[in-house]
């Protein structure tokens, strides 16, 4: 059985850092595309990184440079360095993983077959 467990996630004044981690059981990150999602109340879930297991990362629109995705394969964990805060950051954050080996061009939630429960992060101005 396949579990993603999400950490890091808290609240932070605008400009802050905050750094997430998702551990998998079940589940072997380096072979697989990975990354991560959020969704804002009201709004659809939008895409924020995405690692393959080649170690090329994609990234949502405007969050290149200050948003990093890495991955740990010895310890089968992956993280989301996020810098430079902004308050339309705020959102909860999700990880997910996939089946393809690399990630695809558009990456969409419907390709994700495994999510976390999902970590809260809150940026006040």
């Known amino acids: 059985q396949v579990k993603l467990v999400e950490s890091g996630g808290g609240s932070v004044q605008a400009g802050g850092s905050l750094r997430l981690s998702c551990a998998a059981s079940?589940?072997?990150?380096?072979?697989?595309?990975t990354g991560w999602f959020r969704q804002a109340p009201g709004k659809e879930r939008e895409k924020v990184a995405f690692?393959?297991?080649?170690?090329?990362?994609t990234y949502g629109d405007s969050l290149v440079g200050r948003f990093t995705i890495s991955k740990d394969n010895a310890e089968n964990i992956y993280s989301l360095q996020m810098d430079d805060l902004k308050v339309e950051d705020t959102a909860m954050y999700f990880c997910?993983?996939?089946?393809?080996?690399?990630?695809?061009?558009?990456?969409?939630?419907?390709?994700?077959?495994?999510w976390g429960q999902g970590t809260q992060v809150t940026v006040s101005s």
């Open positions: 997910a993983a996939s089946l393809w080996r690399e990630c695809p061009p558009v990456v969409r939630p419907s390709q994700f077959s495994y």
């Open positions: 079940g589940y072997t990150y380096e072979k697989s595309c």
């Open positions: 690692i393959g297991s080649d170690g090329t990362t």
